[in-house]
């Protein structure tokens, strides 16, 4: 089987909200024969439409159209035969204001959606046919109407203090307590603030080794990506 993935940036007027669209096209494939991924944990939302084929989770087919929450472990799934699908990755908290679904509870949770019929069709077609630059600009306009004329604000979570001091100086940051902070964290990004860092440290981590060539070092990486020492970050 063939497979091809390409991550197509948001403009750069959106991006405090929507990061990216993802094209995923599996072809060529031998009937019985399925192609295996792993998503990593992640941070992000991200709405779904699959317009031809389908992916299994756990041996079970998912929604044509769906939303995912942020990821606090890895999820695996198989694609048994041809697939096109387009996805489109935006920040946690645009969960509730834009689509009523609490960002807590879609941790780790696929949810089935439906989306505006112009949405829809522009996402089958760029799922079909990714380098259709009319069908992205579809896309973007259509969730640029979604956000309104009045776009959601995102939380204020002093994350730059979160990643250097931990919880108690981003709740200092943000003038609350630890618990009130952690509660408001969970509330807007779905997952709690230990979660929230131990993966954007991986990721950070994992940036770093895709520019790793003849130079630099594990332990370089490790420091850093915020993690302790190497050791740390090997376990």
Known sequence: ???SVQALPAPEHLRPWFLCLITRQVS???AGAGVRARVQANVYACINLIGEG???RAGRPLPRVFVTGPFSRPVDTVVPGVLASASVVMQPWLLGPLLGIDAA?????????????ITHHALDALARHPGDEAARTVVWQALERFLGSTPPAG????????RSGGVESAAAACGCSARQYRRRF?????LAPAAWLRITRWERAVLQFARLQSHGSL?????ASGYADQAHMTR
């Open 1 to 3: 089987m063939q497979q």
């Open 28 to 30: 060529g494939g031998v």
């Open 54 to 56: 389908l992916v299994q």
């Open 105 to 117: 509870e879609a941790v780790d949770q696929i949810v089935s959606l439906e989306l505006e019929q």
């Open 155 to 162: 939380p204020r979570l002093s994350l730059d203090a979160l």
């Open 186 to 190: 969970q509330q807007a990004m779905g």
């Open 219 to 223: 332990a370089e990486v490790s420091v």
